[in-house]
């Protein structure tokens, strides 16, 4: 039988593979409970409607989002996952209260998330992205003129 930490790993692979071809129920039933924590710009999806939300609205620009790990650890109750977010620009995009719309245009940038397990549980508890919002939009050449940050 596979460890606990053995287990937390595959479900994060699943996870995450799972994103990538839009089983959102299959990604809903790797959670105890569903939660988003986007540490770059400081949003938070709570439960399973809010998570459902997150994925709707993140997918409507890049539908085809993907990722590929480069490198996934256990530490304590906690996986972490570096990879690489990958996606085209297919849809409006919300910057702002500016609408942009689709370029056609392919993104690729290093990201790292940290999956929160419950003390010897093998559900998530809470995904933590960790990135700076801008990397996309400078890979996709969308950076506001004169923005410096």
Same mark, same amino acid.
């Given at each position: 039988m596979a460890s606990l930490t053995e287990r937390r790993i =595959? +479900? *994060? #692979?699943?996870? %995450?593979a799972l994103e990538v071809t839009h089983d959102w129920d299959g990604v809903i039933a +790797? @959670? =105890?409970h569903p939660r988003y924590e986007l540490l770059g710009p400081g949003a938070v @999806?709570? /439960?399973e =409607? $809010? *998570?459902r939300r997150y994925f709707q609205l993140s997918r409507v620009p890049f !539908?085809? $989002?993907g990722n590929e790990i480069i490198a996934i650890a256990a530490a304590d109750d906690t996986v972490l996952v570096e990879f690489w977010l990958t996606g085209t620009h297919? /849809? !409006?995009l919300q910057i702002g /209260? +500016? +609408?942009v719309p689709p370029t056609g245009r392919a993104f690729r940038v #290093? %990201?790292?998330a940290s999956f929160e397990f419950a003390p010897g549980g093998d559900k998530i508890v809470c995904e933590r992205p960790y990135y700076d919002q801008s990397m996309v939009l400078k890979a996709l050449d969308l950076l506001p003129e004169g923005w410096s940050g």
């Open positions: =595959e +479900t *994060v #692979r699943s996870h %995450m +790797t @959670f =105890e @999806f709570d /439960g =409607e $809010q *998570v !539908p085809d $989002q297919l /849809g !409006p /209260g +500016t +609408t #290093r %990201m790292a």
